[in-house]
C-alpha cells in the first residue's frame, strides 16, 4: 500500500494540555467559572469547570492504574516522612517563625500557581519535590501549576479572610475565576491538614460545599507541600501519568480526525462521482460556493494533513471489475493513515481506516500503519 502524503501549507500546531471542560459534570470536588461580555454588554456566566475531578485529573487521571503507583509511592515514602517529622521539630528556624500558620504557606503556593511562576512554587514543595519539579520539562512544570488552580492562562491572585478568619485566595486570569476557601488548620506534630473548598457554581445557598485536603510537613522549619487527599505529591508519577494521558488523548482526536477525513471524502464522491485526488480539495473554498477543488468539507488545517501532532495520508483503492471509468470512480474506496509527528510526545500509536470504516492500528514507533495491523474495538457510540 502506497499513501499520497497531502501538502497544502501544513503549519505546526503547538500541542495543548488536557482542556478540564472535559471532566464529567458529575463530579463536585471544585468549581470555577467564566464571566464574558454579551452584546449587549452585561456579564454573562459563559464557562464552568467542574473541579470535582481535581483528584482525578491531578493524581488519578480517570483510571486505577495512577493510584496504585501513588499509593504504592506513598508506602515507600511515608518512613521517610516520618523520620522528617520528628527530626524536623527539634530545631525551628527565622523562616519558619515568620510563618507560623500553615495556611500561609499554602496560600502562597496557590498563589504562585495562580501567577505560573515555577520557581517561586518550587519553593513551597519538600526538597525532594522541588528538586523532582525542577528538573520536569517548562511544559509540564506549567501543566501542574495549572492543575493546581485550574486555570489555562497566568492568573491574577487576589488574598483576604471570610468571617471566621479562614484564608481565601481568588484568581482570576482571562474571565476565569477559581474561589479557594481554607478550613481550619488541623495540626498533628510536625504535620499539618487543610481542606479547601470551592463552592459549586450555581449551588443553593448552605449546600454541603466538597473539599479537598492538602497536608503540609514542616522541613527545615518551613512548611512545604506534601500531600493532596490521601495521597503523597509524588511529582515524576504525575507527570509520567499526565504524559500519558495527554498522549491518549491527542490519539483519540487523532481517530476522530480519521473519520471526519473519511465522510468528508464519501460526501465529495457523493457529490462528484469521484473521490478527490488529495485531501487539499476537501478544504475551504476561497470564493462563494464550493467547487470539485475546494469543496469546503474539511477546515484549513485538516486539509492541509497535519493537526493535532498527527500527520494524515490518503490514498484511493481503484474499484475492480468496472470497465467504464465514470463508474469505477463512483465505486471506488480510499485508505486513511494518521501517523505521529514527533512520536512519544505528539503520540505514540499509528492509525490505518478504510472505506469501510474498519479501524486499525498500533505503536509502530512512528511507523505507517496498514491493513495488516491489528483491528483496534472502539467504544459504541453514545444514541441520541
Not at 8 to 25: E, I, Y
Request: hydrophobic share 40%; glycine share 8%; net charge negative.
Amino acid at each position: 500500500m502506497s499513501f499520497a502524503r497531502a501538502e497544502n501549507g501544513a503549519r505546526d500546531r503547538k500541542l495543548l494540555m488536557p482542556v478540564f471542560s472535559t471532566a464529567p459534570s458529575s463530579s463536585k470536588l471544585m468549581s470555577s467559572k467564566r464571566m464574558s461580555s454579551t452584546p449587549s454588554g452585561t456579564i454573562a456566566p459563559a464557562r464552568q469547570f467542574s473541579l470535582g475531578v481535581f483528584l482525578a485529573v491531578f493524581l488519578i487521571a480517570g483510571t486505577a492504574a495512577p493510584v496504585r503507583v501513588c499509593a504504592q509511592t506513598a508506602a515507600r515514602q511515608l518512613p521517610a516522612v516520618q523520620s522528617a517529622v520528628v527530626q524536623s521539630d527539634s530545631a525551628p528556624s527565622t523562616s519558619a517563625r515568620s510563618h507560623p500558620d500553615p495556611a500561609a504557606a499554602l496560600a502562597d503556593a496557590l498563589i504562585a500557581a495562580c501567577r505560573q511562576d515555577p520557581s517561586e512554587f518550587a519553593t513551597h514543595l519538600t526538597a525532594e519535590g522541588a528538586a523532582a519539579f525542577r528538573a520536569l520539562p517548562q511544559a509540564q512544570r506549567t501543566a501542574l501549576l495549572r492543575r493546581f488552580v485550574l486555570l489555562d492562562d497566568p492568573g491574577k491572585p487576589l488574598l483576604s479572610a471570610d468571617a471566621a478568619g479562614h484564608t481565601r485566595v481568588r484568581c482570576e486570569a482571562g474571565g476565569v475565576v477559581s474561589d479557594m476557601h481554607f478550613g481550619a488548620t488541623q495540626m498533628q506534630d510536625n504535620l499539618a491538614f487543610i481542606p479547601v473548598e470551592v463552592p459549586e457554581a450555581g449551588a443553593p445557598a448552605g449546600e454541603e460545599k466538597q473539599s479537598v485536603r492538602f497536608g503540609l510537613v514542616r522541613e527545615s522549619g518551613e512548611w512545604k507541600l506534601l500531600s493532596l487527599g490521601l495521597l503523597l505529591l509524588d511529582i515524576p508519577a504525575l507527570a509520567r501519568e499526565w504524559e500519558a494521558n495527554d498522549i491518549s488523548a491527542l490519539e483519540g482526536t487523532a481517530i476522530a480526525h480519521l473519520r471526519e477525513i473519511a465522510e468528508a471524502l464519501k460526501s465529495y464522491q457523493a457529490a462528484y462521482g469521484k473521490l478527490p485526488d488529495t485531501l487539499a480539495e476537501l478544504g475551504p473554498s476561497a470564493g462563494v460556493g464550493a467547487s470539485p477543488d475546494k469543496a469546503g468539507l474539511l477546515d484549513e488545517e485538516l486539509a492541509s494533513g497535519e493537526n493535532g501532532g498527527y500527520d494524515f495520508r490518503y490514498s484511493i483503492v481503484t474499484a475492480p471489475g468496472e470497465a467504464d471509468e465514470s463508474e469505477r470512480d463512483k465505486t471506488s474506496g480510499f485508505q486513511l493513515a494518521a501517523t505521529p509527528k514527533e512520536y512519544g510526545h505528539g503520540g505514540r500509536k499509528s492509525f490505518y481506516l478504510d472505506a469501510q470504516g474498519v479501524l486499525r492500528g498500533a505503536d509502530k514507533s512512528g511507523s505507517v500503519a496498514d491493513e495488516n495491523d491489528p483491528r483496534i474495538a472502539e467504544p459504541p457510540q453514545n444514541q441520541p
